[in-house]
């Protein structure tokens, strides 16, 4: 009724100002009489209008503002004029604003000092024979119950969720417990195992042996392959070969449970290779690590399968069993000669039971015939008690 209204007073106002149509009336008016002065206004009130001034309008004016929506209007508050109705925009993340200042604190923290990500192997290994803290957590809790998890280091863990452990993973390793319920999502441990990796300064495998690599994939001999490969790998570092070592024995117990989890070696290289072998960056190292992209899934595969043969899984635990035969043999080198010690007395008491034969002075001398009745029963004696 109002924007009917105010159309009405506007075609007024036009023909009124273009000296054709009736004289307008004042539509404000409780009566139908003409009023006198209500020319004069009108021109004055369609002035004002055209013009953005105020007095006699504010009227007419506070009638199209409440059609478009201002102040306490039909449609909520939700037009032109109205801020104070606005509803409140939700915090990012579903994070309260407390949640989210101390999560900046620990980002500036982790950033200022960080204890995980982006740092050396060499230094944050005091131990090169030690794997890191946060290696070590997050393969062991995925051992724990993401073995049978369809889709592990496939499916991503939610983004927020993976910053935020990366963000206490900096700040202070020792004092995270994965198998709480904060991190009750599994993919966002080995999420954050993907991140460590690729934002090492450089690659486990080392930039200077990556060609290596590519040329020992190209090898048409299997064994010969799998020989360079090999060599390849204990030519690494101390901690690089320690912490690849570690993960590639997690990988190949990932793959114990591809039945269940559906993540086979081919699968896990295709994941992992990006991030374990890398080219030397360049203006041209993407292109090359596109290129090479199916050499480098070939050698994380053959290092799945072949861990035990390439890492001398079964040559480091050889010392262990060569150490318990020994303890074996020596305990059956004491049986036997105890055993031998005990034949030995045996034997002695067997010789004094034998009858004292002369000796012979000379080989001409011929030999004790027993054919008298005294030999035969000097024999008979002994024989008995020997037989005793």
């Not at 006699?56 to 939700?78: H, K």
């Not at 989890?261 to 081919?266: E, K, R, W």
């Not at 067997?350 to 030999?375: C, F, H, I, W, Y």
Request: charged content about 20%; some cysteine.
């Amino acid at each position: 009724a109002a924007a009917r209204r105010l159309t009405l007073f506007v075609e007024e106002a036009k023909k009124r100002s273009n000296g054709d149509g009736p004289q307008p009336q004042n539509i404000n008016s409780a009566t139908d009489s003409p009023d006198a002065s209500a020319p004069s206004q009108l021109q004055q009130l369609n002035q004002q209008r055209l013009m953005g001034g105020t007095g006699g309008g504010d009227t007419t004016r506070s009638r199209f503002t409440a059609f478009l929506g201002g102040g306490s209007s039909a449609f909520g508050g939700f037009g032109m004029g109205s801020s104070h109705n606005t509803p409140p925009v939700p915090s990012r993340g579903g994070l309260s604003a407390l949640q989210q200042q101390q999560q900046s604190k620990d980002l500036a923290a982790s950033n200022a000092d960080p204890k995980s990500f982006g740092i050396d192997l060499a230094r944050l290994m005091p131990d090169p024979k030690v794997v890191p803290m946060i290696v070590e957590k997050c393969l062991t809790e995925i051992e724990l119950r993401g073995l049978e998890e369809v889709g592990i280091y496939r499916v991503s863990g939610a983004a927020a969720d993976v910053s935020r452990l990366r963000q206490l993973f900096n700040a202070d390793p020792d004092a995270i417990d994965l198998s709480s319920d904060e991190f009750y999502d599994i993919n966002v441990v080995s999420g954050v195992m993907k991140q460590f990796l690729r934002e090492l300064p450089e690659p486990l495998m080392t930039y200077n042996l990556y060609e290596g690599y590519i040329n020992a994939a190209s090898i048409d001999d299997y064994d010969e392959r799998l020989w360079a490969i090999k060599d390849l790998v204990q030519a690494l570092p101390v901690p690089n070969y320690t912490v690849l070592k570690r993960l590639v024995e997690h990988l190949e117990r990932v793959t114990d449970y591809e039945e269940v989890n559906h993540m086979y070696g081919t699968n896990l290289a295709l994941v992992f290779g990006p991030s374990l072998l890398r080219p030397p960056p360049g203006s041209s190292s993407f292109a090359l690590a596109m290129s090479n992209l199916g050499h480098a899934q070939s050698v994380i595969k053959n290092l799945i399968l072949q861990y035990h043969w390439i890492f001398n899984v079964e040559e480091e635990a050889e010392p262990i069993e060569e150490d318990s035969e020994c303890a074996a043999s020596t305990n059956e080198g004491g049986q036997e000669a105890a055993g031998d010690e005990q034949s030995d007395a045996q034997a002695a008491e067997a010789a004094e039971l034998l009858p004292v034969l002369p000796k012979r002075d000379s080989l001409a001398q011929p030999p004790l015939s027993p054919t008298t009745l005294a030999d035969m029963d000097s024999l008979a004696m002994a024989v008995n008690k020997l037989s005793v």
